[in-house]
Structures are given as structure tokens and as C-alpha cells.
């Protein structure tokens, strides 16, 4: 009897001091604000991997956490049988960052398709280059959808020892930034970020992380200039069944004048297709009945149109060379395979655009993701570069935390800044070079990236090197 | 002792009960010469009424001047003035210790003000300082309490149940970061104005203000009371400001537990310091105002190591600082010729 009412008892009480507090707390409903130490705005794969960092992080043990994100709350994720059309490639680094909390080990109970290698070539001669790491042993990458990897870390994220604050249906009306929103000026001046719930509610909070996705409203409120530049261009998404179950594990891209092309394996039977192409092709793909696109597809990956004489010669004449010099250098071209269908409802689109903040950090203002960085998907390396903003940020929060500094401080921060933009700005320039070196037929431009491309092919030093670095 | 500014020399104080009011008279010479002005600073606000009275007075009672100048003892000389005998015998005694503030040096700081927690400002450095100087008082202090007992600490809150003295804590820009680590901090300006600014800064922050106390003190003003009180005394960026080296590092030793730590950060007084710490860091990158450092104030590791064992100190650690001011960064390295670090433990 008593050793049953004990049980009751300690399964009623709450397990952990903070709980305890809240339980015990005299906090009346009509209370307006909040304390915070960090508020992340913006629950998306970034944002709710930044708060499940820092939850099972030990120097943030005692330290309040809130996530702000505007979807509703779904519960427990439940995999659903068909495909999502958005999807992934998470490199190594990101594989690593996300079993740091348990996430990947979710990941991989749920669906994930290793990439061992990848293949780019053009259209417009024979030129290609082919990237696998030694052995065929490690992946270069996974492709996961992009809801599983949120529903992995949502349910990492409850689990967390330090329970996260997280408020769905909750996204800020507006902050107050010290020293630079207009509203600071005439009001309390309070030293710390104000974030605004609307309805009069409202988190002071030592550290605003923006993880809101491109569109920022953190970065508007804490007015950070941005360089953009719009491609002009729309990425056709859509899931894609195979002409037959095959061991599904190399990536295809072929760059096409319009933009390139590319299919992510999923499973056996079913690649991820990212195409990226102008709007009004893409409006037209769109409207396509089903076989039709299925055909589109295919021409796109083998048709010889774009083929210019000149490019091939000097291609062919090149790599004879490279063959006597380097013999069994250069990879051999590998044969994509035939698309058959493509699942229903599963074809969207959405535009492209490049974007970069000038600078990602401001006093108690700090971002990651989308929000500092927009990519073109040619490399797949839009959502790592997120997720190593992520790492880098939570490290030096708990440097900073180990050294007593406030976590808003502007020392560490552009510590942050620096260490991520030294990183960020190489991929995003190589990306946007490339984007716009391969969205030409003009011959002379054709003639040296080919050449360029087939010399890289036969270094495999080279191969390995930027590897390392599209990985780390 | 207080210095006539006019023709520098030592004149005797005169109103010697209120400790944080100093007036600073000119010499008889000067006076006698016709040379020399009457200021006054305003010290703890009850008792500036009193002084101000005492100013008129002494301003009409020419002939009493020189006997107050004279006499010496500050009791003597305010009852020698008309009216203020009953004042007096009301007012709370402290005993005043100011021989090591100099006047100068707190009136440059107060102009700072405002650009304290600018931590892209003036201040920049100091803020930067901190990522040398809070691991070091963390990693030594832990040490010293592993050494001692095994006790359970929050992984987070290393240096709770620490007493630490902060001397010279301006805008407590390292009092907060101590404090956010658990320690329970006492930070002690001359500057009235500085402590201002400081609490002002920390109240913000429920979490760190319960542990700082922010008190406007000379350490003179503690010997008597707080003596063997802290487990640690940190000076940093102070001792290069301060008239009386010897009296100052002195009164700072007596408040340490024994068995209880000191650190000081400096400048040594060197060639290389006044070439980078003076003229390169003042003049030609203006990484400090200019001003404020004065190099015949700076004081030698040596000098500093053997007043610190003449109080029964042994020194733990003695390492050379730098700044790059291009990163923006401090540095430990081996050379102490420009900035060094002193951490000197007491006898038990």
C-alpha cells in the first residue's frame, strides 16, 4: 500500500528542478512578459535543431530556452508511406551534428538513402566529372525528405533532459531590438531583446536567434542588409518511380542551358527530382498530364540537342591526352536510369533566388540558416550550410557560457560571424559561379568549362579535396 | 595628504569626517602669494551641505585658514570653525584612506561614462580582456577548491560559494562575468559615477545582480572591516593608476583569506611598454584615449612580486598578455615586458 502511493507520488511529481519551479511558482495568468535567455524564432529543421542543441547541451543545463514556430503543433511524427517531394542531401558534417542529439539514429529508423556517388555532366558536350569517395565504403551524402528530418528532431527534441519552451501557433508580431529599433528609443530601453506575442504578451530574452527562413523578420527588425540576386529561375520538385528497382545509390545532375537537372535517389524504386529551369517552363512542366512529363524528364537526361561540335572535339582531344598522361585517371560515364512515373500530386515549384546577409550577427541578434543564407540547390548545399551555422553556434555558446560572458554579448557573436562567413561566402560564390558558368551555350564558355571539367575529373586529389570540403 | 595644484605641495587635509569628500586646498604658500584656488568635489551627498557651509566659512575666515592649514588633524580644524562643533560630534567617523587615489586618474575615467558597455568602443579592449581573465580566476579558484574538498559543484556555476573582491571594477565589466559564474562578487570604485553606471548596467539581470554588490570604496576604506574576508582579490588594469603602489597592493593582500588568491593585471615598465602600450596603443591606433596611461606609474613584475611576498604571498603564475589589435584579441605569451598577469596565493 505504501510502496504503491510512493510510486504515485513520484510519477505526480515533477521530474526535473525547472518543472518543480513552474509547479510551485505564483506566475498569475494575467502576466505580460517573460524572461528568456534564448529565443529561437522559427521552428523549422535550423531552428529546432539549434534548440535541440543547446536542450541536450550541458552548459545550458539551467538556462531557458523558448522556439517560437508558426505551425501548428502535429504531434508525434507517424512516417507516411508516400514520398514527400522535398527533400535533402545531408552531408556527413550535418549526420554528425544531428547524432550529437540523438536525431540521426531517428533518421535512419525511419527512411534515408545513402548517396555513393555522383555524376554531372553537361549537354552541351561530353564533358563530366564524377565524385565517390574511396572505396565506395563512406557516402558522400544522404537524401532524407525534409519532414522527416523535422519529425526526427521534433521528437528528440521533447525528450530533451532540459525541457525546450516550444510555442507553436506562436510567431513574433514585431521585436525590439536595443539600440536599433525606432520603438527602443521611445520606450523603456530595456537592454534586452524584446520579442512581441501580439495580444500583449511578451519574452525579454538575452539572445534572439533568427531560423524564420529567408523571408526574415528577424533580420528586417534588426535591419541587416542583405546582397540579393534573383535567378530567374524555378525549381520543379516531384517524386519519380524508376523503370526498375536497381541499387539506387548514385546521384544524377546534368546541367541543361535552362538549368540543371537533377535525380535523387530515395529508395529502390522511387528518386526525388529537383529541376530547375525558367518560370515559364516550369509553369508548363506543372500543367503536363502525367506520361508527358515522364517523357520530359527523360528527353532532358538523353537528348543531344544543345551538343556543340566544337566543345566535343576539344573534349575528346583532351581527354586522349589526359589518358596517356594519367592512365585510368578519369572516371567512366555511367548511364542515369529511365524514369517511368511520377507519383500524383507530388510535382510543385518554387523560385530560386540567391541571397546573403552582409552581416549575421547584431548585439543580442544572431542568424542561422535560411535566414543569413539562401543558396541555388545545384550543390545540395543550402540546408548543410544551415546546419554547420548550427554547430558553429552552439560551440560558442557554450564557450562563452564557460566564460561568464551574457550570452547576447557582441565579442562572441561576431566570433560566430566570422567563423561561419569565412565558411559560407567560398560555397556561395563557387555555387553562384557555377549556376552562372553552366546557364550559357556561347561556345568559347562551353569550350573551357568542359575542358575545365574533364581535367578535374581525371584529380582525383582535387575530387578528394573538394569533397572534404562540400562534407565538412 | 592632498597636493596644492598649484605649486605641488603636500598640504594636511582639513575636513577630515566626512571620507569620501576631499577638498583640495592650496598651500600656504600659495594662499599668502595670492595664487591658488579653492575646489571642492562633491563626496556622499548628506554630507555636502556640510562641506559647502564649511567652504563659505572658511572662505570668509581668511585669518582661520592658516590655522586650520596649520593644525593638521581634521577634527581639530573643522571644530576650530564656527557653528560646526555640534555637526560634528554627529557625524559618523570613518577612517579615511585615501592616499591611494589620485584625483586625476578617477575624474578620466567618470568622462568614459557612457562608452563602458559599448563593447565596440572605447572599452573594447577590456571587454576582450575578459577571455583571459575569467578563465584564469575560474580554472584557478576551481583548482584550489578541488585541492581543498571534493564538494559538488554545478557544472554551470563554478565558482559559487566564492567571495572575489573586485578592486577598481568600473563599469563591471569583469564583476558580471564572474558573478554569472556563481561567485559572489564585491566590486569597489573611487569613482562614484562608475558605480553608477555598473549597477545600473547589472539590474537588468535578476540572475547576476543578487551576486554583485557594487560599492564605492578605495580598498583602504575595507582593511578594517573585511580583512580575511575574500577568497579571492582581483586588480585588473588598476595598479597602473594608482599613486601608491605599495599601500595599495598591501591593503589588497590584508582582505585575502589565508590560503586565498590574488590577481593582478598590469603593464610593466619598460622600453617596449611605453613604445606599444603608450605611444602605439594611445596615439598612433588609439585603442585607449590618450591620457590615460601615465608610463612612470607603470610597475614591474619584480617589484610587484616582492611587495606581494613581503606580505606573506607566493606567486603562483606570472605570464605576458598581448593584443592584437587587428583580431581584436588578447593572448597569453610568454614575454612580460608589456602586459603580464600575476596570480599569487596567500599562506595559510
Given at each position: 500500500m505504501a510502496m504503491s502511493l510512493s510510486l504515485l507520488f513520484r510519477r505526480c511529481c515533477p521530474k526535473n528542478r525547472q518543472a518543480l519551479h513552474r509547479l510551485f511558482s505564483t506566475a498569475s495568468t494575467s502576466e505580460s512578459s517573460d524572461d528568456a535567455d534564448i529565443v529561437i524564432s522559427g521552428g523549422g529543421m535550423v531552428g529546432a535543431s539549434m534548440a535541440c542543441a543547446l536542450a541536450y547541451s550541458d552548459s545550458f543545463a539551467d538556462k531557458r530556452i523558448v522556439l517560437l514556430e508558426a505551425a501548428p503543433d502535429r504531434g508525434d511524427f507517424h512516417l507516411p508511406k508516400r514520398y514527400s517531394n522535398r527533400t535533402c542531401a545531408l552531408s556527413p558534417s550535418t549526420a554528425g551534428l544531428l547524432s550529437s542529439f540523438g536525431a540521426w539514429e531517428e533518421i535512419e529508423m525511419m527512411r534515408s538513402q545513402p548517396v555513393r556517388r555522383m555524376q554531372v555532366w553537361d549537354s552541351c558536350s561530353d564533358s563530366m566529372i564524377a565524385f565517390s569517395q574511396e572505396d565506395m565504403t563512406e557516402p558522400l551524402a544522404w537524401i532524407v525528405e525534409n519532414d522527416v528530418i523535422l519529425g526526427a528532431i521534433m521528437r528528440r527534441l521533447r525528450q530533451a533532459p532540459n525541457p525546450v519552451d516550444i510555442r507553436f501557433e506562436t510567431s513574433a508580431k514585431s521585436f525590439v531590438i536595443p539600440h536599433v529599433s525606432e520603438s527602443w528609443e521611445e520606450k523603456s530601453k530595456h537592454p534586452w531583446v524584446k520579442v512581441e506575442l501580439g495580444g500583449e504578451k511578451s519574452i525579454y530574452t538575452r539572445l534572439l536567434v533568427g531560423a524564420d527562413g529567408s523571408k526574415s523578420a528577424v533580420r528586417a527588425a534588426a535591419k541587416l542588409h542583405t546582397v540579393k540576386w534573383n535567378y530567374e529561375q524555378t525549381a520543379v520538385v516531384a517524386t519519380l518511380r524508376l523503370a526498375e528497382a536497381i541499387d539506387n545509390n548514385v546521384a544524377w545532375q546534368r546541367f541543361l542551358p535552362t538549368g540543371p537537372i537533377a535525380l535523387l535517389p530515395l529508395s529502390e524504386e522511387f528518386s526525388s527530382l529537383v529541376w530547375t529551369t525558367t518560370p515559364e517552363d516550369a509553369k508548363h512542366l506543372l500543367k503536363l498530364p502525367e506520361e508527358s512529363f515522364v517523357d520530359a524528364v527523360n528527353d532532358a537526361y538523353w537528348h543531344e540537342r544543345d551538343k556543340n561540335a566544337l566543345a566535343d572535339k576539344a573534349v575528346d582531344g583532351f581527354s586522349q591526352l589526359l589518358n596517356n598522361i594519367m592512365p585510368g585517371g578519369t572516371a567512366m560515364k555511367q548511364l542515369p536510369p529511365t524514369v517511368t512515373g511520377v507519383e500524383e500530386k507530388s510535382r510543385a515549384a518554387f523560385p530560386l533566388e540567391l541571397m546573403h546577409a552582409s552581416h549575421y550577427v547584431r548585439p543580442r541578434v544572431a542568424l542561422i540558416g535560411d535566414a543569413a543564407h539562401r543558396l541555388h540547390p545545384l550543390a545540395g548545399q543550402g540546408v548543410n550550410l544551415g546546419f554547420g551555422d548550427v554547430e558553429c553556434l552552439t560551440r560558442i555558446l557554450e564557450q562563452a557560457v564557460a566564460g561568464g560572458?551574457?550570452?547576447?554579448?557582441?565579442n562572441h557573436l561576431l566570433t560566430y560571424e566570422t567563423k561561419r562567413q569565412r565558411h559560407n561566402l567560398p560555397v556561395v560564390a563557387t555555387i553562384d559561379g557555377l549556376q552562372r558558368l553552366y546557364s550559357t551555350d556561347f561556345t568559347p564558355l562551353v569550350v573551357a568549362r568542359s575542358l575545365g571539367l574533364t581535367a578535374v575529373n581525371s584529380l582525383t586529389m582535387f575530387k578528394n579535396l573538394i569533397i572534404q570540403r562540400a562534407t565538412a | 595628504m592632498f597636493v596644492c595644484r598649484t605649486c605641488r605641495q603636500t598640504v594636511q587635509r582639513v575636513c577630515g569626517q566626512h571620507s569620501a569628500t576631499y577638498v583640495q586646498w592650496p598651500s600656504r604658500a600659495c594662499v599668502t602669494a595670492g595664487r591658488g584656488s579653492f575646489e571642492q568635489r562633491r563626496g556622499v551627498h548628506n554630507t555636502r551641505v556640510q562641506c559647502q557651509s564649511l567652504r563659505t566659512r572658511l572662505l570668509q575666515n581668511k585669518t582661520n585658514l592658516d590655522v586650520s592649514l596649520t593644525k593638521g588633524a581634521g577634527i581639530s580644524a573643522s571644530s576650530s570653525l564656527q557653528g560646526s562643533a555640534e555637526e560634528n560630534a554627529q557625524k559618523f567617523q570613518r577612517p579615511m584612506a585615501q592616499t591611494t587615489i589620485d584625483e586625476e586618474e578617477v575624474k578620466k575615467f567618470s568622462n568614459l561614462a557612457e562608452l563602458w558597455w559599448d563593447e565596440a568602443g572605447e572599452f573594447e579592449a577590456l571587454h576582450s580582456m575578459n577571455e583571459l581573465r575569467v578563465p584564469l580566476i575560474r580554472d584557478a579558484l576551481v583548482n584550489q577548491r578541488q585541492q581543498e574538498s571534493e564538494g559538488t559543484v554545478r557544472p554551470s556555476l563554478p565558482l559559487e560559494g566564492f567571495q572575489i573582491l573586485d578592486v577598481g571594477s568600473g563599469g563591471g565589466i569583469l564583476s558580471e562575468p564572474l558573478a554569472r559564474l556563481g561567485a559572489l562578487v564585491v566590486g569597489v570604485d573611487a569613482s562614484e559615477e562608475n558605480i553608477k553606471i555598473a549597477q545600473a548596467h547589472v539590474m537588468h539581470d535578476p540572475k547576476v545582480a543578487r551576486n554583485i554588490k557594487y560599492i564605492q570604496a578605495t580598498v583602504e576604506d575595507l582593511v578594517g572591516t573585511e580583512e580575511e574576508k575574500f577568497d579571492a582579490v582581483v586588480t585588473s588594469e588598476v595598479v597602473e593608476h594608482v599613486a601608491d603602489v605599495p599601500t595599495f597592493v598591501t591593503a589588497c593582500c590584508q582582505l585575502?583569506?589565508?590560503?586565498g588568491s590574488i590577481f593582478l593585471t598590469t603593464l610593466n615598465k619598460t622600453y617596449l611598454s611605453y613604445a606599444l602600450g603608450v605611444v602605439v596603443a594611445e596615439n598612433l591606433l588609439r585603442l585607449v584615449s590618450p591620457g590615460t596611461h601615465d608610463w612612470n606609474k607603470f610597475i614591474s613584475p619584480q617589484d610587484l612580486q616582492y611587495i606581494l611576498d613581503q606580505n606573506d604571498f607566493s606567486t603562483r603564475l606570472l605570464h605576458g598578455m598581448m593584443y592584437n589589435p587587428l583580431m581584436k584579441r588578447w593572448s597569453w605569451i610568454k614575454n612580460t615586458s608589456v602586459n603580464y598577469a600575476i596570480h599569487a596565493v596567500k599562506a595559510t
Open positions: 560572458s551574457d550570452l547576447g554579448s557582441l | 585575502v583569506k589565508p590560503g
